[in-house]
Structure formats: C-alpha cells, structure tokens
C-alpha cells in the first residue's frame, strides 16, 4: 500500500489502531521465526557434535578391540 493511502486511512483512530496491531503482531512473529532458526542451526551443531563423537568413540573402541 502506498505511504499516501496509509496515511490517509491511520488518519482515523480505529484504523490505527488496527493498523498498530498488526504490526506489533508482525514484530513478534519475525522474533519467533528468527528464534526459531536460530534454535535449529543449534540443533544442527549438536547432532553434528554428537555424530562427530560418535565417530570417535567408535573409532577408539575398534582400536582398543583389536
């Protein structure tokens, strides 16, 4: 929508209202989206830390068996 029709519209209270509404919505989605993301690229270097430990564990004990 264009800045000159968004501001006409605000210009009445209940459309601001409105209006300041979704945007604090919008606000809290992209903090949840971006929280999200991080919390996966955080998952994501724990299995790959586990799988590297897993690798090195299996590696030691077949050296340790043999």
């Known amino acids: 929508m264009s800045k ?3 501001d006409i519209l605000l ?4 459309s601001r209202q409105h209006y300041d509404k979704f945007i604090q919505n919008v606000k809290a989605l992209d903090n949840t989206r971006d929280a999200s993301i991080d ?3 955080n998952i994501q270097d724990q299995i790959n830390r586990l799988k590297q430990n897993q690798k090195d564990i299996g590696d030691i004990t077949g050296i340790n068996n043999k």
Do not use: V
Not at 11 to 14: A, I, L, P, R, V
């Open 4 to 6: 000159f029709i968004r």
């Open 11 to 14: 210009q009445d209270t209940e």
């Open 39 to 41: 919390e996966y690229f």
